[in-house]
Structure formats: structure tokens, C-alpha cells
């Protein structure tokens, strides 16, 4: 049980925090309910650049990583296709340096022009060392488009293509940081050696003057059901042959999530994992398989990936699969699977909760999801689900008219 | 309403007192030791089995790493699924790592597990069969697996420069090729086994919320095996004699993979502590030279950074980045503006106290949790070195001096002592 004291400023910014005094540091996390679903189709890519731009400098604040460092500090951030966060560590003598940095760049950016000219390079760098370098490095990019034709999933966090963030303007900077980065889109957590009552004075000294901003209502256009199985087939110049498959799942709020969670659990996600077991090592048709989902906010894709072993054809691979996947929907999976997969859940919940920051990243991640108090109750939900819900999902999930798939397949 | 201008006052972290948690050492009836720190909130534990059977002890290539990989797929009385089946039934990590000098077993669970996991694990030391499929499966994957890493400049760069520095036949400079994966046969592995494993010599390092009685858990079931001790041979490096390189290894690539390194002594050398606060201002962190011309500056790349190689014996100081193609040489050629600027000026006294706080407030973060910690005390012990080590670094951050480092920079940041690579 995560204890946590929650209270919400006049300007709409919500603020957690979380006691632990068995460490000398203290995290302070700020998560911005904006990612890259919110972003113009012409202008992929943005959420990401941006938080590069927050730390090009601040109104006030020329230079935002020294005075952290000069205080012990450490930060770093992250973009997903539903959120952006901040997190910084420090010792707990040195909190308000992290309230006096994070406050200043929510007040506003310097909004500069270097910044913006050498963060797109560096950006174009990251897709490059991550998308267009690595073999089957840009089979996500295809899969999306694959599997979303209107919800705006259908591009990656780094962008649709190169040209969206190297066409960014100063312009659109600025709108995007007023529209998105105000204290009524934001979640605070300070974690750590500290008291509720040092963080209530030091959240209202430095954000409390911080305008409000508009509450960003998000009207998204939501992916209508798919009717019929998509395929698509890429050639391309790498060693060997892969299968890629994914299925429409619920939203992570819907409490179907937790079903399929543990339903990749029992597909994969160990060596004793049915896909590992079946594919990998009895009938040695792939040389590795993964079964996975997206964990994305709106609803997301289950995923089946695996490389092929040579020789192997692509058809008798998918066949495998498809047996497996049959397996799921008609033959109720025993009792000590189903703990299995939940004993699994719950032992990682344990070992992530033993980090502070994760404890502080989780509970913005929550709060931004509608409640932080929901991090407690997350064990319970997996708890609940039942031989019966694993059937019946996986007769959900699995349906050929709801599935995509890429055939990856090696020139040489 | 605050003023916004004006940074709140900090406490320097340069002042605190760091105190490294004690580690408590027993042995096993057998003499195997033990170290375990007792720490954290949650009710978990890490045990980790370190024998010296790294590539160190190996004959032919690969047969360290897969004695070691297949440690978990069976034993005379389960299959590979049985094993993983056991220990993912409770919900824990069963992993094993192979390294250069030493190989692990480490067991991550519940504490409520714990005897129901002990016992396999200690059928894992004594009772594997490495059966033969497994290995047909591991190989065959294995090498399928660095045919796509191969694709990868990075991967090819990794494995090129440690070639070039320590020589191909060093445990520190060998990497694996396709025919070394043929070549493995199971009674070279099994004869590998016998010797470093089921009669190797362990240490055990154990963390987390520790139950009562969990010694007398372990005697019990690793305190009667018949553990020897490993001979670490001397192995001479071979340098080759080139220094430059460029390398082709995709005609459409976008970006080169640069890699810039020399050899460099190793923990007991008196240099290496101060050179680890020389390291930090050259490219050890975010706010690096390094990373603040090249990437913060330039923006040739999206990270670039310096380290020393975790080696136990002579190891090497290292440059290395991703950066787009048609900017490689500049970035080389900015690499080296950066050392020699670090030879001729010495560091300004306010960059040198942000590193200070900033290495001081790493380290304390970095001792948060027991996890952490246990780590701090395994790199100790392996290293041959005592606490006094982490006291001593701690001082040299404190204390170094502008002038000493600069001294270092002239001593080791030479450019002609490095080898300089480019893997496009």
C-alpha cells in the first residue's frame, strides 16, 4: 500500500506527496497530459522535440541542467503517445532548487531559436540511431499505419517522417507550450525524505502564480472497429525472415485491460510461456517470439513478434501461431497458469515499488489516468480475473477480422 | 511572489558525509563467502551466485557463455521447461550473465519463496545435464541472433574496438563468429561445467528485506558442496599496431558508430579514482564537455559519452556515439579539440564544484536501496578491494584539484595513444 497525500492548487495543478524517509533523496516528478496522440497529422513528431526544447532554458533561467547539477541533482524525461514526464533526483536538502527549475519552465520557455536549430538535429539524429539504422527498425512505423487508419496511434512518438520535425518552426513551439504545459494539464509527485507540509509551502510559492491555462479537452477521433484481416508484406535487407501480428485490445482503463495483460504473460514473457515453449524450443520454427500489448491509454494492440528460423516458411510460422492463439479461445487454461502469471504481476509490482522514483512515476502516471489512489488497487484487479475472462478475451482479441500483419521478409 | 531570478540556496552536496551501508560476511561450513545486506521496505529478495567461470577460463571461444546460458536447461531429474515453469510459478527471476572473468546465477523473488526456490537453484549448480537439443536450439538461434547484430554499427563497433585493443585472442578483445558457435561441442561444456561450476568457487551476495534464518537456509543447501578455487591465468593483450579505422559495414547507413579508446590501468592503479572526476568532465554525464559541444552545441548526435571499461584487470578509457554520417570526422575532430583544451587550461574552479556535487549526489542516490548497495559491495569484492576504495573515491571528488587534473589530462589524454574507429 502506497500512502500519499494529494491537494490541488488554485491554478488547477495537482500535487502528491509521497514520505519515505528511509532514503536521503527526494524525486520530483511532473507529468504533462500530452503526448504524440495529441499532435497535428502534419506535424508529427512534435511532443517529443518539445520536451528536447524544455531544456533549452526558461524565461528566467538561462541553463537548466546546471544549477541541478551544481545541487547533486539528476533528471531526465520521456515521451510516450499519451504523456510527457520530467523527473528529477536530488538530495533532500536541495528540493526547492527542483521546484525553482520546474516552476520556471512551466511559467514559460525562453523560446529559442538555437535551441529549436540544434534540437532538431539532434532529434533527426535519435531517429536515425533508433528507426533507420537498426534492422526492422522501421516495421512499427508500418504497423501503426496498419493497424490505425484514424486514431492518431498511427504514427510513432519520433514522428511520421523527418521532414515533420525538421519543418518545426518557432511558432508552433510556443502554441504548443501554451496549449499543453499549463498547471491545469499537469501532475506533480515529490517523493522522498520530505513532509506534506514543506512541499504544500514551496508548491504554492513557486507555482502558485503560474496562470491557470485552458483544460485541454481532448477530442480525439477514435479508431472505428476493424471489419477484415489487413495484410501487408516488406522486403527489405536483413538476415532473416519475421512475422509481426497485432490485435485491437481495450483501453487501459476498461478492466478487459487487465485480462489481456495476463493473457501475454501466458503467451510469453518467460521460458515456460506457451509461444517460447511451442515455437521456440519444440517445434523450433522461430529463433525468438514475443507476445506483448502497447499499454497505451486509448485502446491499444496486442503484438506477436518473432523472427523466423531459416528455412522455416512464413506460412507454416503463422499456422503455429494461429494454433496457439485457437488453443487460448477454446481450452480454458489451468488453474496454476492463471497464478503463475499472477504471481508474476505481482512480485514485479513489488520489485518496481522498491525505487522511489518508480513509486513517484507511477503515481503521476495514475493521477493522470484519472486517479492516483488507483495504484493500490491495481493488484486487486489482476486478482480478479478468471479462467472464464481468459477464454472469453482471448475470443475477443483474437479474430482474424481484428488483426494486422506485417510479413518482414529478408531480400537475401 | 518569488524571486525567479535568484536560484534558492543549495547545500553543497561536495560536504556530505557518505557512508557506505556494511555488508555483513559469513561462510558456509564449506568456506564459501557470503555477503549480505540487509535493507529496503518491500518484502524482496536478490541472491546472486558469482563464479569465476567467465571467458577468462575458457579454451575455445563461446564455451563460457553457453555453459553458463545453459545452466537453466535441465538438470538429471527436469526439463528446461520444468525449471522455468518452477520458478516463474512463484514469480521470480531466474537469470544467469557471463562476463569476462566471472559468470552469475542470480535469483530475484518474493521473500515468501525463498525455500521453495533455493533447492533448484542448488540442482542448477550440481545436477545440469546441458542436453544436447537444448544446445542444437541455442546454437541455431544464437547464431541467427548475430546475424541481425551484425547489421548493427554499433554492435560491429562494440566488438571492433576491443579487438584492437586487448587482440582477439584476450578475453577482453574475443567476440563471437558464426563458426564459434559450430565449433561448441557438449562435452567441452560439460567438462566446463564440472569444473567452474559444480566444483568452482562462488560468492554469494544477498539483499533486500532479509528473513530470519536465512544463513542457516543457505548452508543448508550450498554449505556441503564441493567447492575448489579458480586459477585466473595470466592472458597478454595484443594490441594491434593500427590505430585508425574505417569501416563499411552497411553502404546505406545514416549514421557511423565512433569509438575512441586507450588502454588504461585498473582500480589499484592510484590514477584511476581521480581520473573517474576527469572522465565525468570530459564526457561522464549529461552536462559533460562532451555532451554539451557535441550534442547540446552541434547537435551531431544524440548522446555521446565517455567511461572507463569495467574491467578487474587493465582495462581501457573510452569515447563513444552515434552520429549522422556526413558529421563523423567533424565529430572526431571536436573529441580531440576537447582533450587537448583539458591539457592546456585547467578546469575553471565552478565546473569543477558542479562536478563535484553533481558525482557527490550521484553516489549518494546510487546507494539507495539495497539493491544498489549489495552492487556497490560485489564490485568491491570482485576488484579485490576494500571499503576504504569507496572512501577514497569519495575524497578524490571532494579534494582533486584543477591542477592534478590537468596533470591527468596531459598524462593520458593523449591523441596519439588512442585507437580511433568508425563503423559506418
Not at chain 1, 243 to 270: E, P, V
Not at chain 1, 274 to 287: C, D, G, M, P, T
Not at chain 2, 6 to 25: G, R, S, T, Y
Not at chain 2, 48 to 67: P, R
Request: with cysteine; proline share 3%.
Amino acid at each position: 500500500m502506497i500512502q500519499f497525500e494529494k491537494f490541488t492548487l488554485a491554478n488547477g495543478l495537482r500535487v502528491i506527496v509521497h514520505q519515505d524517509l528511509s532514503t536521503p533523496m527526494v524525486v520530483v516528478n511532473i507529468m504533462y497530459d500530452v503526448g504524440a496522440r495529441d499532435e497535428d497529422p502534419q506535424k508529427t513528431g512534435f511532443a517529443h522535440l518539445f520536451e528536447h526544447l524544455m531544456f533549452g532554458g526558461s524565461v528566467n533561467i538561462e541553463n537548466y541542467d546546471e544549477p541541478l547539477q551544481m545541487a547533486g541533482g539528476d533528471n531526465n524525461a520521456y515521451t510516450t503517445n499519451d504523456l510527457t514526464n520530467y523527473y528529477i533526483q536530488l538530495p533532500a536538502e536541495n528540493l526547492e532548487t527542483a521546484f525553482w527549475l520546474e516552476s520556471d519552465r512551466m511559467l514559460s520557455l525562453a523560446f529559442s531559436k538555437k535551441s529549436l536549430d540544434v534540437q532538431r538535429k539532434v532529434v533527426c539524429e535519435e531517429f536515425k540511431e533508433h528507426y533507420l539504422t537498426k534492422p526492422y527498425g522501421d516495421v512499427w512505423h508500418k504497423m501503426r499505419e496498419l493497424a490505425y487508419k484514424e486514431h492518431p496511434y498511427r504514427w510513432m512518438t519520433i514522428g511520421k517522417e523527418l521532414s515533420h520535425i525538421e519543418n518545426a518552426q518557432l511558432q508552433d513551439v510556443e502554441n504548443f507550450f501554451f496549449k499543453h504545459y499549463r498547471p491545469v494539464n499537469a501532475a506533480l509527485v515529490v517523493a522522498g525524505n520530505v513532509t506534506a507540509d514543506k512541499v504544500k509551502a514551496l508548491a504554492e510559492k513557486w507555482f502558485g502564480d503560474i496562470p491557470s491555462g485552458e483544460k485541454y479537452k481532448r477530442n480525439l477521433p477514435q479508431e472505428p472497429e476493424q471489419t477484415e484481416e489487413r495484410r501487408q508484406v516488406i522486403k527489405a535487407g536483413v538476415p532473416l525472415d519475421a512475422l509481426y501480428k497485432c490485435w485491437h485490445m481495450s483501453n487501459r482503463l476498461d478492466s478487459r485491460y487487465y485480462i489481456a495483460d495476463l493473457l501475454t504473460d501466458i503467451l510469453s514473457g518467460g521460458g515456460s510461456s506457451r509461444l517460447y515453449q511451442s515455437l521456440v524450443k519444440e517445434k523450433q520454427l522461430f529463433s525468438n517470439i514475443e507476445c506483448h500489448h502497447f499499454g497505451s491509454t486509448d485502446a491499444g494492440l496486442v503484438v506477436v513478434e518473432g523472427k523466423l528460423v531459416k528455412g522455416v516458411k512464413m506460412e507454416d510460422a503463422e499456422k503455429a501461431v494461429d494454433e496457439e492463439l485457437e488453443k487460448m479461445k477454446n481450452e480454458p487454461a489451468s488453474e496454476a497458469e492463471l497464478q503463475k502469471v499472477k504471481n508474476k504481476t505481482e512480485s514485479m509490482i513489488a520489485f518496481e515499488d522498491m525505487s522511489v522514483m518508480s513509486r513517484a512515476n507511477s503515481l503521476a502516471y495514475y493521477e493522470i489516468l484519472g486517479d492516483a489512489s488507483r495504484m493500490n488497487f491495481e493488484l486487486e484487479q489482476y486478482a480478479s480475473v478468471t479462467i472464464e475472462d481468459l477464454l472469453k478475451e482471448s475470443r475477443t482479441i483474437f479474430r482474424n477480422s481484428n488483426c494486422s500483419t506485417i510479413h518482414y521478409l529478408s531480400e537475401n | 511572489m518569488p524571486d525567479r531570478k535568484q536560484a534558492p540556496p543549495i547545500v553543497d552536496a561536495v560536504n556530505f558525509e557518505l557512508k557506505l551501508k556494511q555488508a555483513e560476511k559469513f561462510s558456509l561450513d564449506n568456506g564459501v563467502e557470503v555477503y549480505a545486506v540487509n535493507a529496503g521496505a518491500e518484502e524482496v529478495l536478490s541472491v546472486e551466485w558469482v563464479f569465476y567461470a567467465g571467458n577468462w577460463f575458457e579454451d575455445q571461444n563461446l564455451v563460457a557463455a553457453t555453459a553458463n546460458f545453459l545452466l537453466r536447461n535441465g538438470t538429471s531429474s527436469k526439463t528446461a521447461f520444468q525449471i522455468n515453469e518452477h520458478f516463474e510459478y512463484y514469480g521470480s527471476y531466474l537469470n544467469r550473465a557471463c562476463y569476462n572473468e566471472t559468470a552469475t546465477i542470480t535469483l530475484h523473488c518474493l521473500n515468501k519463496h525463498i525455500k521453495e526456490l533455493l533447492p533448484v537453484v542448488r540442482e542448477l549448480i550440481t545436477e545440469s545435464v546441458l542436453p544436447q537439443q537444448e544446445l542444437d536450439i541455442y546454437r541455431q538461434n544464437m547464431k541467427q541472433r548475430l546475424k541481425v547484430n551484425l547489421k548493427k554499427s554499433d554492435f560491429v563497433a562494440g566488438r571492433m574496438i576491443d579487438a584492437f585493443l586487448f587482440g582477439e585472442n584476450h578475453p577482453y578483445g574475443k567476440f563471437s563468429r558464426l563458426e564459434d558457435f559450430d565449433a561448441l561441442n557438449r562435452d567441452q561444456l560439460l567438462q566446463f561445467y564440472n569444473e567452474f561450476y559444480r566444483n568452482g568457487k562462488p560468492i554469494l551476495f544477498v539483499a533486500g528485506k532479509i528473513p530470519a534464518g536465512l544463513d542457516v537456509v543457505l548452508n543448508r543447501y550450498f554449505g556441503d558442496l564441493p567447492f575448489g578455487n579458480a586459477e585466473m591465468k595470466n592472458m597478454e593483450q595484443q594490441p594491434v599496431d593500427q590505430k585508425k579505422h574505417r569501416i563499411i559495414n552497411d553502404e546505406a547507413g545514416v549514421q557511423g558508430s565512433i569509438r575512441i579508446a586507450r588502454h588504461f590501468p585498473n582500480r589499484h592503479h592510484p590514477d584511476f579514482i581521480k581520473v573517474m572526476v576527469l572522465n565525468t568532465v570530459f564526457g561522464g554525464f549529461f552536462g559533460s564537455r562532451l555532451m554539451s559541444n557535441i550534442r547540446e552545441d552541434k547537435g551531431y548526435t544524440y548522446g555521446i559519452q565517455s567511461f572507463l571499461q569495467n574491467h578487474i584487470h587493465d582495462t581501457a578509457w573510452m569515447v563513444a556515439t552515434e552520429a549522422g554520417k556526413d558529421v563523423c570526422e567533424a565529430t572526431i575532430e571536436e573529441v580531440y579539440k576537447g582533450m587537448k583544451l583539458l591539457r592546456e587550461e585547467p578546469v575553471d574552479e565552478e565546473e569543477l564544484l558542479l562536478v563535484r556535487n553533481y558525482m557527490m549526489g550521484s553516489i549518494l542516490g546510487d546507494l539507495d536501496g539495497p539493491f544498489q548497495i549489495i552492487a556497490r559491495w560485489k564490485n568491491l569484492v570482485l576488484n579485490n578491494l576494500t571499503e576504504q576504495y569507496f572512501y577514497d573515491t569519495i575524497s578524490a571528488v571532494k579534494t582533486i584539484t584543477a591542477e592534478e587534473l590537468q596533470l591527468l589530462a596531459q598524462k593520458y589524454l593523449q591523441p596519439e595513444a588512442f585507437y580511433e574507429l568508425v563503423v559506418v
